[in-house]
Every structure is written in structure tokens, then in C-alpha cells.
């Protein structure tokens, strides 16, 4: 059963870059038809997409982040990663890291983790 | 990209059914069958519920049901339970290959 597990600071400086490691077990990165999914949660609001990073290393990310995001990975390690650059006050969320098997279908999810952009 | 329209909230004593609404355009909800829904209670991860807008995952209740009809999708709770107030997001692919989420729904036992 695949699990994942996101890492990383907790507080991050305005204009500092973000980066989080999500850690995938039970399964591989590389070698299933899966997307491998960055989606954020703004304190007390909605599920926000920021993009995948597909078996085969290709990258979709949301136009609206495009120009601050990208999404890299680790096959020796089963590890994919998100970094966002430039942040702010906005980019305060839970970050999560998520499977999509099939288009659209987001499961499973990681448990999440809290970023704080402050000085 | 905009978000898919949901209500804010949707209520319903116990026993009852409800349905919440997930609008969007010909380019995601109306023009793809990739529609899916989320579950999530306060402080916890969101669940999958129903994915391809009417199929349900194994361990879901059969009290969740989804459908689409246009740029339209619906997720029904029927026999609501207190167990089932929690927020419930829409999710859609887009032709932009994006994907989008509703602003999501409260869902209420009263």
C-alpha cells in the first residue's frame, strides 16, 4: 500500500525559497502511470492544485504558480519534491504530497504539513 | 484557471439526503468524465469518495452517490449520518491538462 510523507521547515522567511521532500513507500515514482502531486491548503480555506511530476519526469504545474514553482525528483531515493520560490504571507498552508492515479483521482494523500512564511 | 463553484454549506437532519452542486464549464466538468470528490473533517486529510464522477472507492459507503449532467457535477449523501458533516471538495482535469478544485462545501447535521 503506497504511503507518502512530506518534510521540511515548518517557517520559511518572505522572499526565501520553500522546499518540501515527500517520501513515497509501497510503491515507485518511476515505474507506474501515476502523477505525483503537490496540492496546498490555505489556513481555513479550499484545496489549491500547484502541480505533478509524472512517472516519467515530465511537470504540470498551475499557471497562477507557474513562474515560482517547480517540482523536481529523487528515483534513488523515491522522493519527489516541491520548491516555491519568492514567498510571502500568501503562501502560508498545509502543503500536501499526493498520488494521482488515474486523471483526477487524488489517493493517497500524505498527512500534511504546515508551512509558516514569517519573518 | 477558476475555481469550480460549490455552495458554501448544505444541511440536512439525519436520514435525509442531500446534494451538493459543483459547477464549472465545458472545459473541465462538462468535458470529461474525471470528476472527483473529497471528504474532509477539521484537522484531517482529505478522502477520497467518489472518483470519474460515479465511481466509488472500495470502502466508501453506498450512501454516497455522484453524477454529472452538463458542466454539472452532484455528490448525494443519502441516510445522512452525524459522522458525515465535514467539508467536501470537487475536483476536475481540465483541457489546460491543470487540474481544479471546487471552493469546497460544509456540510451540516443538524
Known amino acids: 500500500q503506497v504511503q507518502l510523507q512530506e518534510s521540511g521547515p515548518g517557517l520559511v522567511k518572505p522572499s526565501q525559497t520553500l522546499s518540501l521532500t515527500c517520501t513515497v513507500s509501497?510503491?515507485?515514482?518511476?515505474?507506474?502511470?501515476?502523477?505525483w502531486t503537490w496540492i496546498r491548503q490555505h489556513p481555513g480555506k479550499g484545496l489549491e492544485w500547484i502541480g505533478y511530476?509524472?512517472?516519467?519526469?515530465?511537470?504540470y504545474y498551475n499557471p497562477s504558480l507557474k513562474s515560482r514553482v517547480t517540482i523536481s525528483r529523487d528515483t534513488s531515493k523515491n522522493q519527489f519534491s516541491l520548491k516555491l520560490s519568492s514567498v510571502t504571507a500568501a503562501d502560508t498552508a498545509v502543503y500536501y504530497c499526493?498520488?494521482?492515479?488515474?486523471?483526477?483521482?487524488?489517493?493517497?494523500w500524505g498527512q500534511g504539513t504546515l508551512v509558516t512564511v514569517s519573518s | 484557471q477558476s475555481a469550480l463553484t460549490q455552495p458554501a454549506s448544505v444541511s440536512g437532519s439525519p436520514g435525509q439526503s442531500i446534494t451538493i452542486s459543483c459547477t464549472g464549464t465545458?472545459?473541465?466538468?462538462?468535458?470529461?468524465?474525471?470528476v472527483s470528490w473529497y471528504q474532509q473533517h477539521p484537522g484531517k486529510v482529505p478522502k477520497l469518495m467518489i472518483y470519474?464522477?460515479?465511481n466509488r472507492p472500495s470502502g466508501v459507503s453506498n450512501r454516497f452517490s455522484g453524477s454529472k449532467s452538463g458542466n454539472t457535477a452532484s455528490l448525494t449523501i443519502s441516510g445522512l449520518q452525524a459522522e458525515d458533516e465535514a467539508d467536501y471538495y470537487c475536483?476536475?482535469?481540465?483541457?489546460?491538462?491543470?487540474?481544479?478544485f471546487g471552493g469546497g462545501t460544509k456540510v451540516t447535521v443538524l
Open positions: 470519474e464522477v460515479s
Open positions: 499526493v498520488r494521482e492515479i488515474d486523471t483526477g483521482t487524488f489517493d493517497p
Open positions: 475536483t476536475s482535469y481540465t483541457s489546460s491538462t491543470t487540474r481544479v
Open positions: 509501497g510503491g515507485s515514482i518511476s515505474s507506474t502511470n501515476d502523477y
Open positions: 465545458s472545459s473541465d466538468v462538462g468535458g470529461y468524465n474525471y
Open positions: 511530476i509524472y512517472h516519467s519526469g515530465s511537470t
